[in-house]
C-alpha cells in the first residue's frame, strides 16, 4: 500500500486550488461537499466557477496563485493542466507547508483523491493507486447502490445519540442496539415517518433494551465451505459477521476468517493428523464456555458441519448447557471437488447411490465394507465413492479394495485443497494410486474418488498426462 487512507479535518482550513478550468471544476465538485473554505486562482474561470462564487461557496482570484497564497492552507491543488504552471503551484504549497496533489500526476501529489461515496457523515473513499480507475468506479458504482440514500440521514440522527446510547452496556447489547436501528428500525421508521418519527423510535428502543434482560448466548455451527470465500452462503457470512466469538477448525482458510468482525475473538481448535491437537471433549466446553457468558459464537466447520464433522458432540453438549443453537449447512468438500472435475456422484444408468466413506477413524485405518465397496456396479465398475481423510490410508485401503477383487484399472481421482488457488488433481487407478500421491506430492487434505475420473474434456485441458496418472 504505497498511500495511507486517512480522512483530514477541513473544518475552518483553507484549500487552495490553482486553476480555473475542467480539471479544477471536477476536484471542485469534491471539495465543495467539505467545511473548507476553498479559493480558486487563475484568471479566465470556466463558468461553473463563476457561478460558485457568485453563490458564495467559493472564493475566486482572478489572477495566477502567488507565494503567501497557500499560507496555512490544508491542502494545495495543481489543476492548471499545465505542467510547469503545476509545478509552480506545488512549490507554492510545499513552501507554506501544505499537502499538495496535482492533478492526474501521481508522482508529483503528496496525496491523491480518492472516488467517493457519499453518505454524510458517512463517507466511503475508494483508491486503486491509479492502478485501475475502470475497477473504482464499478465498486463505486456497487457501493452507491448498495448504500441507501438514506443511510447519511440515519447515520447523523444516530451520532446525535450516541451518548443516549452510552447508558447501555458497552459490548454486544449496546452493538446490538445499533444493529438493530440501522438494519431495521431506522430505514423502516423514516421512510414511513420521517426524521422527527426516527427520533422518537430510538427513544423506544433504548428504553426496550434497557429494560431487556442479560442476553442469553448462542451458537451457529458453520459450515465453511472448501476454502473458497465466494463458496460460503449467505447465511454462513451473516452469522459470521454477527458472532463475538469465532471457533474456528485448521481447515477454514484465512479468506474466510477475514470476514469476521475486526473486534471478535478468533480462536483456532485445529487437528492436525498425527500433529498437536485439540481434544473434542475441550473444544465442546471451550464453545459452551462463550455461549454461557452471553456471546454470539460462530463454530465454523469446514466443508458442511454433518459430514465427519463431530457435529453431534458439539450439539449434546450445547443441549445438556441448555445453550440455543442453530446449523447453516456449507458445500463439503466432496461436492466441491465434484465440480472440479466436472463429474456428478450419481448419474442415471452408472450409479443410483453415492457413498461417503472416511480413510480414518477414532481406531486409525477405518474399516469398510470392502467386499460391497469393490463389487461392481452397473456396468462393470465399482460403485462410485468420495472417501474423505484417505490420502494416509491411500496403501490400505487400495490394498483391501483389490483384496476384495476391485480391478487394478479402477479409476481414482484425487483433489487437494479443493477451490483454493492452490488445488491439484490427480487421476490414477487402484493398485497406483499410493505411488501416484506420493509422486505427486499430496500431503494437504484431499477427497479420493473411487470409481470416478475427471470429465473427458477437462482431463485433456487441464491434466498433463502421464501413464495412468495425471496431475495439475
Ligand atoms: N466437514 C468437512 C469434512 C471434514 S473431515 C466437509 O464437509 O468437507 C476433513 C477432511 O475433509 C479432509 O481430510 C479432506 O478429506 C476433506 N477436506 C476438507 N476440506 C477440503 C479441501 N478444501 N479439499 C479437499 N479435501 C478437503
Redesign the pocket.
Given at each position: 500500500m504505497r498511500h495511507f487512507p486517512v480522512f483530514r479535518e477541513l473544518r475552518g482550513r483553507r484549500v487552495v486550488v490553482s486553476g480555473a478550468g475542467e480539471a479544477a471544476v471536477a476536484k471542485l465538485r469534491l471539495l465543495l461537499k467539505t467545511e473548507a473554505t476553498v479559493i480558486v486562482y487563475g484568471p479566465d474561470p470556466h463558468a461553473q466557477i463563476r457561478r460558485w462564487a457568485d453563490e458564495g461557496r467559493l472564493i475566486h482570484m482572478p489572477r495566477p496563485v502567488d507565494h503567501g497564497d497557500a499560507l496555512c492552507a490544508a491542502l494545495v491543488y495543481g489543476a492548471n493542466e499545465e505542467a510547469q504552471e503545476d509545478a509552480r503551484a506545488a512549490r507554492i504549497g510545499h513552501a507554506a507547508g501544505a499537502l499538495v496533489n496535482i492533478v492526474d500526476n501521481l508522482d508529483d501529489s503528496d496525496f491523491i483523491t480518492p472516488a467517493i461515496v457519499d453518505r454524510d457523515p458517512v463517507t466511503v473513499a475508494i483508491g486503486t493507486e491509479g492502478a485501475a480507475p475502470v475497477l473504482a468506479r464499478r465498486i463505486k458504482a456497487e457501493t452507491e447502490e448498495r448504500l441507501a440514500p438514506s443511510l447519511g440521514t440515519l447515520a447523523r440522527i444516530g451520532q446525535g445519540f450516541r451518548e443516549a446510547a452510552n447508558a447501555l452496556p458497552h459490548g454486544r447489547i449496546r452493538r446490538r442496539f445499533w444493529s438493530r436501528y440501522y438494519d431495521e428500525i431506522g430505514p423502516r421508521v423514516l421512510a414511513e415517518g420521517g426524521e422527527e418519527a426516527v427520533h422518537a423510535a430510538l427513544d423506544a428502543l433504548l428504553v426496550q433494551m434497557l429494560g431487556e434482560d442479560r442476553e442469553n448466548g448462542h451458537v451457529a455451527l458453520i459450515?465453511a465451505?472448501?476454502?473458497d470465500p465466494e463458496l460460503l452462503t449467505l447465511k454462513a457470512r451473516k452469522a459470521l459477521h454477527e458472532a463475538d466469538v469465532v471457533i474456528h477448525?485448521r481447515?477454514v482458510?484465512p479468506e474466510i476468517l477475514e470476514l469476521a468482525r475486526r473486534e471478535a475473538i478468533v480462536i483456532e481448535v485445529g487437528k492436525t493428523?498425527n500433529g498437536p491437537s485439540w481434544k473434542q471433549a475441550d473444544i465442546d466446553a471451550l464453545i459452551v464456555e462463550h455461549a454461557a457468558q452471553g456471546a454470539h459464537v460462530a463454530r465454523l466447520?469446514?466443508?458442511?458441519?454433518?459430514?465427519?464433522?463431530r457435529l453431534d458432540e458439539e450439539m449434546d453438549a450445547l443441549d445438556a448447557a441448555g445453550i440455543s443453537f442453530t446449523i447453516v449447512p456449507?458445500?463439503?468438500?466432496?461436492?466441491?471437488?465434484a465440480a472440479s472435475i466436472g463429474v456428478s456422484w450419481t448419474k442415471r444408468g452408472r450409479n443410483a447411490a453415492f457413498r461417503l466413506l472416511?480413510?480414518?477413524d477414532i481406531a486409525g485405518f477405518a474399516d469398510h465394507d470392502w467386499r460391497s465397496l469393490a463389487q461392481p456396479g452397473h456396468g462393470g465398475a465399482v460403485q462410485p465413492a468420495a472417501?474423505?481423510?484417505?490420502?494416509r490410508a491411500a496403501r490400505f485401503l487400495a490394498g483391501r479394495m483389490l483384496m476384495h477383487g476391485a480391478s487394478a484399472e479402477t479409476p481414482v481421482t484425487a483433489?487437494?485443497?479443493?477451490?483454493?488457488s492452490d488445488?491439484k488433481i490427480v487421476a490414477t487407478t487402484l493398485d497406483r494410486l499410493p505411488d501416484a500421491l506420493t509422486e505427486a506430492g499430496i500431503t494437504?487434505?484431499?477427497?479420493?474418488f473411487l470409481g470416478l475420473s475427471p470429465r473427458q474434456a477437462m482431463e485433456a485441458s487441464d491434466l498433463i498426462d502421464m501413464p495412468a496418472t495425471g496431475v495439475v
Open positions: 459450515g465451505g472448501p476454502g477448525d481447515l482458510s493428523p466447520k469446514s466443508g458442511d458441519p454433518v459430514v465427519f464433522g456449507g458445500i463439503t468438500a466432496a461436492s466441491a471437488a472416511t480413510g480414518h472417501i474423505y481423510m484417505g490420502v483433489i487437494e485443497n479443493v477451490s483454493r488445488q494437504g487434505p484431499a477427497i479420493l
